[in-house]
């Protein structure tokens, strides 16, 4: 992306924002709420135009050629993306079916997702009897069945308790060194960041603070320097760490509101 600006009438969600992600890699976007985390996201997956700049992703511009990008990429929104109603199984034969997957096909990537995100045993049980975990497994498995190749997920563990957090990350690695898939990911979670990210940057009101590796950030602050404090030092924040369907629908939905 170059000179990525996004005006919101007065106020500037992004400004002149350049960025250049590797290849097969996991690269963490960071910041306090109200950063630009989410915008950027949103612009990169085409759902959201840029007042200014370009971006591309896969080689492909996001504003004159979005279809293109769109068939290159998945995405996991902070928001509950999974149907409650609806059972893993038949959430995920709806992706496949969006995702233009068919017949033998689409049935062989259906048992894949499952064994992926380990949910063979409750395929059939309705997704809104499901642990926060579970759901976001499953929403990540529904996310890659068409093989992307970058995964966009926007806070992917908010809500979920430890274990299931770990599981999750589990699945991250899975998915890059199993598949050499690139994956962007938004996080206030500093243990997330310092754990799954090979590379990372953190922006503050819109502009970027600073981009690289973990270890060479924290270096920099000095020799027993956490992300946290990596965080702190750039953005001038100090991040708080604060279930079931309608607790995970719940967090995520305030998480939204909250930017």
């Not at 048992?111 to 926060?132: C, I």
């Not at 890059?176 to 009101?205: R, V």
């Amino acid at each position: 992306m170059h000179e990525l600006t996004k005006l919101f009438g007065s106020a500037r969600a992004l400004d002149r924002l350049s960025l250049t992600i590797p290849h097969q890699c996991i690269f963490g976007l960071l910041g306090p709420n109200g950063a630009g985390k989410s915008t950027v996201i949103k612009i990169l997956t085409t759902l959201l135009d840029a007042s200014s700049g370009s971006a591309k992703v896969c080689g492909f511009d996001v504003a004159s050629q979005p279809i293109e990008v769109r068939r290159r990429i998945g995405y996991v929104p902070q928001m509950l993306s999974a149907d409650g109603s609806l059972t893993a199984v038949e959430n995920l034969a709806l992706s496949a079916s969006l995702y233009g997957l068919r017949g033998a096909t689409r049935d062989s990537r259906i048992q894949d997702a499952l064994e992926f995100a380990d949910l063979q045993a409750v395929a059939t049980h309705l997704v809104k009897t499901y642990s926060g975990g579970m759901i976001r497994r499953l929403e990540i498995a529904q996310a890659t069945m068409h093989r992307p190749d970058v995964l966009f997920l926007d806070e992917p563990t908010i809500g979920l308790d430890p274990v299931a957090r770990r599981t999750v990350w589990g699945r991250l690695l899975e998915l890059k060194s199993a598949n050499g898939m690139t994956i962007f990911l938004t996080t206030h979670d500093m243990e997330e960041a310092d754990f799954l990210c090979d590379q990372l940057a953190i922006l503050h009101q819109g502009l970027l603070a600073v981009v690289g590796a973990p270890e060479q950030l924290k270096k920099a602050i000095g020799p027993t320097a956490t992300l946290a404090d990596v965080f702190v030092a750039h953005s001038g924040v100090v991040l708080e760490h604060g279930g079931h369907f309608r607790d995970i629908r719940e967090t995520r939905g305030t998480a939204q509101r909250l930017g």
